[in-house]
């Protein structure tokens, strides 16, 4: 990584967020095709992870049943490795950005047998092609529910396999690679009550002898939520399993998650004050919580790509990453680095 660092720029010394964490957890970015070209050098610089921010997903890499596009997962490997960065493999299992055709069976609903075959195909498959080549793996996304019931029910995984397919999944990935690192990833994975649902849930695949090595805690907050708390507590519950955890899509909304209507007309200096004392306070305990934490990743590089641009409410601009849509950084990433002071 130091070669890479020389070659892009940041003089020798020079304070980066691989510099100040890199020996406590790796830091990483969500790339995307686009990005890998327009912020590779603030990428090398910066960062000393990658994580696809779509393209490994099942439905880009695996459009149809007979056909699979690897050409730009194949490109960010290369980039990875020519540059010294480790990847982040994302996602081989999801109910969304999956193809229609994975649950069919022609006109019909696919068998739970026919989806077990296919499930086993595509995880090795993708893992298997880059085997050795990825530290980590998030093999299951987002499978627990957000209201009172345990399991995602309506995710066409659940209703045609049940829950098995969550432990299939995670053998056949350690099956396809067995370096690999695997994750359960998912949102609100801070909050108490879904914090306790993937506690059970990763707390029975490892009573059964799971190959599951980690907890990927997807960090899309917001200036108020949550609750440092309960980012700390979630953290810790996870670790007290053995498990590793990893901060995997990390961005600071300037709007809470509800304000459908709120509108800034830019990047005002009192949000971004705002979102740098919360960038600030959460790497701080990053910091330390180092023991626990194997990485932390932002989903993005720069505010000029960011998903939130679409969500909640599409063509509404978000500024929620570290850099500013020029690539300067912004107030939050001179917060972020402050943080490394409360390593150890």
Not at 162 to 185: M, Q, S, V
Not at 228 to 236: G, P, Y
Request: proline share 6%; glycine share 10%; net charge negative.
């Amino acid at each position: 990584m130091g070669t890479a660092l020389s070659a892009c720029g940041g003089g020798k010394g020079e304070p980066t967020l691989k510099r100040a964490y890199g020996e406590t957890f790796y830091v990483g970015a969500a790339v995307s095709p686009e990005t890998l070209v327009s912020d590779g050098e603030l990428i090398l610089r910066e960062f000393g992870g990658l994580t696809p921010e779509n393209i490994m997903k099942p439905g880009p890499i695996h459009p149809v049943e007979s056909r699979y596009d690897f050409r730009e997962a194949d490109r960010l490997l290369d980039f990875a490795e020519e540059n010294g960065l480790l990847v982040h493999g994302h996602t081989l299992v999801w109910h969304n950005q999956t193809g229609a055709w994975m649950f069919r069976d022609g006109a019909e609903r696919a068998s739970s047998a026919l989806l077990d075959r296919r499930l086993e195909e595509h995880i090795s498959s993708v893992a298997g092609r880059y085997r050795g080549r990825i530290a980590y793996w998030d093999v299951v996304n987002e499978a627990l529910s957000d209201g009172p019931g345990f399991y995602r029910e309506d995710s066409p995984w659940y209703e045609i396999m049940g829950p098995e397919y969550i432990e299939k999944a995670f053998r056949y990935a350690h099956t396809a690679d067995p370096e690999a690192r695997l994750y359960y990833n998912d949102y609100n994975a801070v909050d108490p009550v879904k914090r306790e649902k993937i506690y059970t849930l990763a707390s029975e695949l490892l009573e059964k002898g799971v190959p599951l090595h980690g907890i990927g805690i997807q960090g899309h907050w917001s200036l108020e939520w949550p609750p440092l708390a309960d980012v700390e507590a979630a953290i810790d519950r996870y670790a007290s399993l053995g498990l590793e955890v990893q901060i995997t899509e990390l961005d600071i909304s300037v709007y809470e998650f509800r304000e459908r209507e709120a509108l800034y007309d830019g990047p005002s200096r009192e949000l971004m004050e705002r979102q740098a004392r919360r960038y600030g306070d959460l790497y701080a305990l990053f910091a330390r919580k180092g023991d626990a934490l194997a990485g932390v990743t932002t989903w993005g590089v720069a505010d000029d790509h960011t998903w939130l641009d679409n969500f909640p409410v599409k063509n509404r601009k978000n500024w929620p990453l570290l850099f500013d849509g020029e690539g300067e950084p912004k107030p939050a990433y001179y917060a972020a680095l402050e943080g490394a002071k409360e390593i150890p």
